[in-house]
């Protein structure tokens, strides 16, 4: 967790000192006489920042932690997020933040505006892992103090991975005067680890009663080590039974677990061969060209940021209605111009479309280069829902989850509630009494293929937010979403949704103990071996498709 | 499969080098022909086409500077299109047919390994300018890219002495790079002490997308109390669903560094970097380092690209570094057959844009720094830590079983393997 920037509280006391500082001028008292005499500490360990090497900078964060200027948060939360920068042409350290023309620079010592400079003119000022995990604790330390509960919470946390006499006798303090319960809890918590330590056993075993029920990582090691080597026995029996506790929750989430990771690998073999299930389940077209139409559609989700670049939101939400018609239409014109001619001869039309997909492989390769596009992912979908503390489900894959269904349900709707669906249904079912009642086949024929290659457009969009964005994209689908539509058997959209949900488990179940490659080659054999007892998948569709027409 | 010639197009990039008459009437006979092998379509396109550009820009310089030995530089490009058979049969027509008296060529080692008896049949010479899993030494090959004493173990030493790692987790795609190379590095981690509890070895197929169940392994891996990394030879296209899941599942660098060999500033190029900010890579060369060098060829690359957006990476560098060292054996040998040359490069030296000399040793690997970045947000690393000077390349591996004992010298012993043990050399070319 990165801490969140909150407007200093020493912003205001900033200005107030500006005010003094201006007053004193005026009174006309010198001007060394007026700057705090811990401005002048604060200033100097800032402008060395501007020259040191690594270990010199985790230095100088000590002794600005020491000083505790009102200016000290801001100035490392600056640090943290990578926005202090010396300036070329004289080396002073300054505060940047993104302005409309170029970079707007702040002075680090009392926060003032220091006008604005190219950021060309600027010099960051790098941290590494060290040092930002330095950082995040010193942060800390001020955050406890923070008027916001949540960000005293994540202010305890972070205390909480490295505990030593400084942030214990910080937590200490703060349990005084802390009112919010969930607060006290993990500041209780985080005492009762540091008293575990403690070389009297009564107190540790007070401090492992107060850690009952608690899952986190932290208090897991911390009874682990104390079970190993606990010189007291009835100390250890309790570190032990709040093992076995922990340990029966992980299982059970573990599982809860692996089977939302299930879900959401067989929502997107849902989303890839929701389309396929389409052209190929109803319409009986093996069209090889179907991972390229998805890959129309992320590239697609890629223009659409290009064109709306502040807003990652919107664009990803409106690039899917736009990757429908993209996709949607570049079908319509594959029926068209192509698998038209070819109805009846399945082997042609693999071949046909099978150099279709080249094509427009290599045509993106033309246009968008042959390297991979990133499409941003929104704030919404980023990180992770943290339901408990060995608990948490990933916001992308859980909309993606939602969103595979979403797609489900408007397709069903389409194809059992629409004029269109009627029609679709009746010219797959049985084209020539379709066509002797009016309906004009070769028309459904291009709106169907119309509109699997659009909903394959939609994958592409929910694919753009997990993956790559290159010319190869639909390749690595294709496969798979024909796996999914022959296991759920041609031409039934329920097939495809439990076929690819039941597929994604599987997979899922079996990677752990088999290894990604296995777990994928044994679902393969699986579904060999099932397609031998039931050769129409697992609905098999009753009408003129199925009877091998 | 597409195979694009582009030779004519090159003809054009040669006149165009402003010597006016002088390179029209320079015949086939007496230009110094020099082959590039690299994909242009297909998966390896990615990688490659960069490759080739960056030999005929070598060549364009070379040219400019009057050529060698007299004679105009011609680039030969065919297009092995991501095919490793196809490979075999390029190199076979760029040697036979074109008669070039130099290559400049492959990416993954699958490719190399196919070109390999070619090149060894119709005596060419491969310059070959990628991090690779060693094991092998060519009398017709020269490795100017990293052997792994050159990124792998000197990047696992940064971990275990400087930022402490106990735990280690081997992730990588699942074919000959990664495989080898977690090999030699399980043994070099229990040769150091590390028990086998705390070593999680995955691989993965090309392309993998689903990252969530390892990553969850990997979280669980690295929450038993000591410091874990990942080391990643997890290939192009799956890196981007990996960080992506590591930052979704709130695993920072902080926590878990993941170390990679396999991305660079082209493959960052195309990334959104906000999830990999933090983590770790290592190379030999690094775009950000500020060397007058470096800023030179940078430089001359985005002139010769026309884009000053283009970055510049690792097996760039190597190629012309392969490219200064055999021009400069040329010289030396007055000729450019193969085997003078090839005797000739042995123990030359060239300037490394970031400092320092590589120097051509006996067994065809060249001495090289390596260096350990950190990603920033924009795409580029920040040196964090370095070797102190060079590292020579050692092709067989000190801590495999069956390796161990075998050298490389085309000096004196004039062998690809020879056994120290029992005095021989296999017989294999390579």
Redesign the interface.
Known sequence: MTARLHRPPGRTVAHLMLWCWALLLASGLQVAAAQAPGDTHHAEQVAQLATAGFGEKERIVDALLEARHPQTRMLLAAFLDGRLASRKSDGKVFITEDADDGVALVDPVDASAAGTAKSSALRKIGTNNRLRKKLKGAIALFDLDDADAGVRLAAVDEMLRELDATTVSALRTRLGVEDSARVRRALEVGLALADLSSPDAEVRLAAVGTLEGELGTAVYNRLKTLERDEPDARVRDAALSGLRHIDQWRRFYGGVETLFFGLSLGSVLVLAAIGLAITFGVMGVINMAHGELMMIGAYTAYVMQLLLPQHTTLAVLLAVPAAFLVSGLVGVGIERGIVRFLYGRPLETLLATFGLSLILQQAVRSIFSPLNRSVATPEFMSGSWQINEVFSLTWNRLYIVIFALLVFALLQLVLNKTSLGLKVRAVSQNREMARALGVRSARVDAMTFGLGAGVAGVAGVALSQLTNVGPNLGQSYIVDSFMVVVFGGVGNLWGTLIGGMSLGVVNKLLEPWSGAVMAKILVLVFLILFIQRRPRGLFPHKGRAAEGH | M?IVKLRPHLAGLLTGVALGAASFAVQAADTIKVGVLHSL?G?M??SE?TLKDTVLMMVDEQNKKGGLLGKKLEAVVVDPASNWPLFAEKARELLAKDKVDVVFGCWTSVSRKSVLPVFEELNGLLFYPVQYEGEESSKNVFYTGAAPNQQAIPAVDYLMND?EVERWVLAGT?YVYPRTTNKILEAYLKAKGVAADDIMI????F????W???V??IKKFG???KKTAVVSTING?AN??FY??L????IS??DI?VVAFSVGE?EL????T?PLV?HLAAWNYFMSIDTPANEAAIANWHAFIKNDERTFNDPMEATVIGFNLWAKAVEKAKTTEVDKVSDAIIGLEVPNLTGGTAKMLANHHLTKPVFIG?I??DGQL?V?WQTEGEVPGDAWSDFLDGSKDIEADWVTLKCGNYNTKTKKCSGQNY
């Open positions: 597409a379509s998966t396109a990615i086409t930022l699942d995955n691989y993965t197929p392309g993998h997308s689903d969530q169940s390892i969850s392994d929450s038993a109390g296209d981007v669903p992506k899941e930052a979704n599942q709130q660098a902080e560094p082209e190029a195309g990334l959104d906000g933090g950190e920033r947000d920040d964090v």
